[in-house]
């Protein structure tokens, strides 16, 4: 997975060029990314992004965050909040926060402007009869009794749909297209319906509100977009984004589709989202399962991981599944680099060096990141009795356990070479104290002790230790391919997608943890402060294990 080799341009970016190259777009690309604010965003969002932003980045063009919001019902300025600060966290700097609702009144006039053409009518039919109307794919459409109003009684009848003198449902406006026309979504397709709801920007100035296929298009132009790139399903809404535009005879923005990211094991709808944290299957949007830009930042994933990531998976024209472990690759590849190396016993049995002054403190000093030299070291106190993790000790070890056991040598991490002498045990026959002795003169950094050892283990001084509590995570979904299930992937909840460590010892410089740095638990992870931490009680996430034992797993 080197990037050594130069990438070729993915098709957009062949576009792009060819388009610049034949003097098209001399004042510069302008891109957009267009949420619905109806949720909080998500991985597959972070790939429109990266491409959005990323296009206009890499040819000198500009991007617009634009709220799609023509959808009071389901949309909150929460949701409004939360992309801005998502999309900021990724890197990216929009040239113009916008609306749609902001082209309410011009999509309006623009409708008008159809209805005098003779290209748009009202229609007082009802959904169900105007989906019979639609025909099948296979058979034509028929005409709506009500196609052939004239453009006056139409402009009324539209005017009093905006002064609210009709009921919701009671009339909706129309495309005069062609209802035999082999793509379904030109037969006469709604532009308007009657919605006696508030919104949140307009409140309740309007009780009409543009449907989708007439309000993105539009939005597009008016902001003089020259890529609108969306995901594959709407092509087959491009021939009618075409038609509008060109009957109002506005600027010529065009549509580009590619394939939308589906990972593996979770879902990725926000409307699937939103019911996770509904029915509390998870602790809302951010939390660390979710695959919520959000919830990843939470979990200790950094931005440029995502970036890196959406790049590695490219832009393709075909749907495909993309296996959650590529992301973890991702995270893990970065925090290799940059996270410091730090200990924490998740699983504690005290050791007791026998042969230790009783009440000394050594500080040692002990190198943050071996793979960044510029990290420097920090200061680990070390004593007489220390926690180490249960399973680095074997009451019957085989040959190759290099860790600790009756009469075995081991390093303590940073410090000394100890030799295991003796053990107490519980009732239960589990360890409840190991007693060792150390090797004053083996110690890190200046051992002249001649003594070899095969085994490095990590430990915490217990009177300088730090309770913590540890919060390790699991695949969301038991199944692979979620993205078929439709609203049957809540059968395939993994119930053990959270596992929680209520008391485990992690070392003092983590008092000073902040939220976002990762850290690596050496031996064990990568993790991070959970907001939910306090001064006395800190709370780490697992980001990752640090190879992929999920792999590992499916293949016994
Ligand atoms: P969802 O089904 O999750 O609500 P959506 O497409 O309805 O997704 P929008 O808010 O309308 O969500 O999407 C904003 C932009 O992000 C659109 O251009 C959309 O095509 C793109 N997008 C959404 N999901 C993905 C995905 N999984 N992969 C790539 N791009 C996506
Ligand atoms: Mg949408």
């Keep these: 997975m080197e990037d050594s080799k130069p990438k070729s341009l993915n098709f957009l970016e062949e576009i792009i060029q060819q388009n610049l190259a034949s003097g098209q777009y001399s004042q510069g690309i302008f891109t957009r990314f267009p949420p619905e604010p109806n949720g909080y965003l998500h991985i597959g969002h972070a790939k429109s992004i990266c491409l959005n932003f990323g296009l206009a980045l890499k040819f000198g063009g500009k991007t617009n965050l634009r709220f799609d919001d023509t959808n009071p019902i389901t949309e909150e300025t929460e949701y409004v909040e939360a992309i801005k600060k998502d999309v900021s966290w990724l890197g990216f700097t929009w040239e113009n926060e916008l ?32 989906a019979a109307q639609k025909g099948t794919p296979t058979s034509v459409g028929t005409e709506s009794p009500y196609r052939n109003r004239t453009v006056d009684e139409n402009l009324t009848l539209f005017k009093e749909m905006r002064d609210g003198i009709h009921a919701d449902g009671a009339k909706v406006l129309r495309a005069k297209i062609d209802m035999a026309h082999a793509n379904m979504h030109m037969r006469d397709p709604l532009m308007y319906r009657i919605r006696h709801v508030a919104h949140h920007r307009t409140g309740n100035n309007w009780c009409i509100y543009p449907m989708y296929d007439f309000a993105h298009g539009q939005s597009d132009s008016i902001e003089g977009i020259t890529h609108s790139i969306c995901t594959l399903e709407f ?16 600027f010529p923005t065009h ?5 939308r990211l589906n990972l593996s094991h979770t879902v990725m709808s926000k409307r699937k989202l939103l019911q996770l944290v509904n029915e509390k ?17 939470r979990r200790g994933y950094t931005a440029a991981s995502i970036r890196n990531f959406c790049e590695r998976i490219g ?7 993309i296996d959650l472990s590529l992301l973890e690759f991702c995270i893990r590849e970065d925090l290799n680099k940059s996270a410091d190396r730090v200990m924490a016993v ?22 943050n990141n071996p793979e960044d030299p510029e990290s420097g070291s920090r200061s680990v106190p070390f004593s007489k009795d220390l926690y180490i993790e249960r399973d680095d000790f074997m009451l019957d070890p085989p040959k190759k356990f290099f860790r600790l056991g009756p009469d075995l040598m081991v390093r303590l991490k940073g410090a000394y070479i100890i030799k295991c002498e003796s053990f107490d045990l519980n009732e239960d026959g589990s360890v409840q104290t ?13 051992d002249t002790s001649e003594i070899h050892v095969k085994g490095t283990i990590h430990w915490v001084s217990i009177p300088h230790a730090v309770e913590a509590e540890i919060r390790s995570f699991d695949r969301l979904l038991i199944v692979e391919d979620a993205s078929e299930l439709g609203d049957d992937f809540m059968k395939f909840i993994n119930p053990e997608s959270i596992q929680i460590i209520e008391k485990a010892f992690v070392e003092r410089s983590l008092r000073s943890a902040t939220v976002n740095k990762a850290v690596q638990f050496i031996r064990k992870g990568y993790y991070c402060l959970d907001p939910d931490a306090s001064p006395e009680k800190l709370v780490f996430n697992r980001t990752v294990t640090l190879k992929d034992t999920w792999a590992k797993e499916q293949n016994k």
């Design 235 to 250: 092509d087959v809404h491009r021939p009618l984004y075409d038609w509008f535009i060109d009957k109002l005879s506005i």
């Design 255 to 259: 549509q580009y589709e590619f394939a």
């Design 346 to 367: 998740l699983d504690p049995v005290k050791l007791v060096i026998t042969n230790y002054p009783e009440d000394q403190v050594e500080e040692l000093a002990i190198e």
């Design 315 to 321: 832009v393709a024209k075909r749907d495909n599944l």
């Design 281 to 297: 299957i998870v602790n809302g949007w951010d939390d660390p399962r979710m695959p919520t830009i959000s919830g990843l930042r």
């Design 99 to 130: 609306y749609a609702s902001n082209y309410f009144e011009q999509l309006y006039q623009f409708a008008v402007d159809l209805i005098k053409k003779s290209l748009a009518y009202v229609d007082d039919s009802t959904a169900e009869q105007i």
């Design 434 to 446: 190991i007693y060792a002795t150390h090797f004053p003169n083996s110690k890190s950094g200046s």
